[in-house]
C-alpha cells in the first residue's frame, strides 16, 4: 500500500444519472470558440480555422446541482453553457473514423469566466487560467451514457438565467464536431479515461448576479441547475 506525507486530494467525480456510480475525472479540456456566432461576439474569425483549448481542473467541477459561489476578485462573471463529452479511454493521434468508440458518455456544463480577468491576462498575452479555472468554475450535471442515448450530433442546448432565456443554438452548430475535437485534441496530449471535453458555447454570453438561478438543458442528454450566491 503507498504511504504518502499528506493525505491525497479526493478523486473528482461526476454522477451518472440512474446510477449510484460515479465517473471518475482525470482532465477537463475545453474548446474554444466553437460555435460560429460566439466566435463573432468574442471578436474572433468564425472562419474554420484549427480549435484551441484550455483546461480547467477537475476540482472545479461544482456538482449534484449545488450552489455556485460567485468568486472573488472579479466584478464581470459570465455564464458558456456546454456539452461534456466524456471519455472512457484513451490514447494518441486517434483516427477519426473511430473517435467515437472512446465516449463513455455526455452532459451538460456551465464555463464559468472571470471575464474581466480573461480580459487582462488576453491584453498582457498571458494564460487564461485566472479567469477559467478558478474554484467551482465548471457546474456539471449528471453524464449520460452512450448507450442509452447514442451520440448526439444535433438538438437544441440553451441556457437561462431567472427564467429567461440567455443562449440557444444547436449541436449541430459546432464548428469542430465531437470526433474532430478528440481525434485533434489527442495529438496534441495523449487522452485517457476519465478525461472530459468540454464542447464550446453558443452565442449569448453575459454575466451573472448574486441571487440568479441558471438552468441549462440539452436536447436528449440533460438539464442542469444551480443558484449564484
Not at 33 to 57: C, L, S, V, W
Not at 98 to 111: I, N
Not at 156 to 166: F, H, S, Y
Request: net charge negative; proline share 7%.
Amino acid at each position: 500500500m503507498t504511504k504518502y506525507i499528506i493525505e491525497p486530494a479526493v478523486q473528482a467525480s461526476l454522477p451518472i444519472r440512474g446510477s449510484d456510480e460515479r465517473f471518475p475525472v482525470r482532465r477537463v479540456y475545453c474548446v474554444g470558440r466553437n460555435y460560429a456566432a460566439h466566435t463573432i461576439e468574442m471578436g474572433g474569425d468564425p472562419n474554420r480555422e484549427e480549435p484551441f483549448f484550455f483546461q480547467k481542473n477537475p476540482d472545479n467541477l461544482l456538482t449534484d446541482s449545488a450552489d455556485f459561489p460567485y468568486p472573488d476578485k472579479s466584478t464581470d462573471v459570465h455564464h458558456e453553457i456546454e456539452m461534456i463529452v466524456a471519455l472512457h479511454k484513451g490514447g494518441s493521434n486517434i483516427p477519426l473514423d473511430s473517435a467515437l468508440d472512446y465516449v463513455w458518455g455526455y452532459g451538460v456544463a456551465l464555463d464559468m469566466t472571470r471575464r474581466d480577468l480573461q480580459a487582462a491576462c488576453k491584453k498582457a498575452g498571458r494564460p487564461w487560467e485566472i479567469g477559467k479555472a478558478f474554484e467551482h468554475s465548471a457546474p456539471a450535471s449528471e453524464l449520460m451514457p452512450v448507450s442509452e442515448i447514442n451520440h448526439p450530433t444535433d438538438g437544441a442546448i440553451w441556457l437561462k438565467v431567472n427564467g429567461e432565456i440567455r443562449q440557444q443554438g444547436d449541436l449541430n452548430q459546432m464548428i469542430w464536431k465531437v470526433p474532430e475535437m478528440i481525434s485533434y485534441l489527442s495529438g496534441l496530449f495523449t487522452l485517457a479515461p476519465g478525461d472530459l471535453i468540454l464542447s464550446g458555447t453558443p452565442s449569448g454570453v453575459g454575466p451573472v448576479e448574486r441571487g440568479d438561478k441558471l438552468e441549462g438543458h440539452i436536447d436528449g442528454v440533460g438539464d442542469l441547475y444551480c443558484k449564484v450566491i
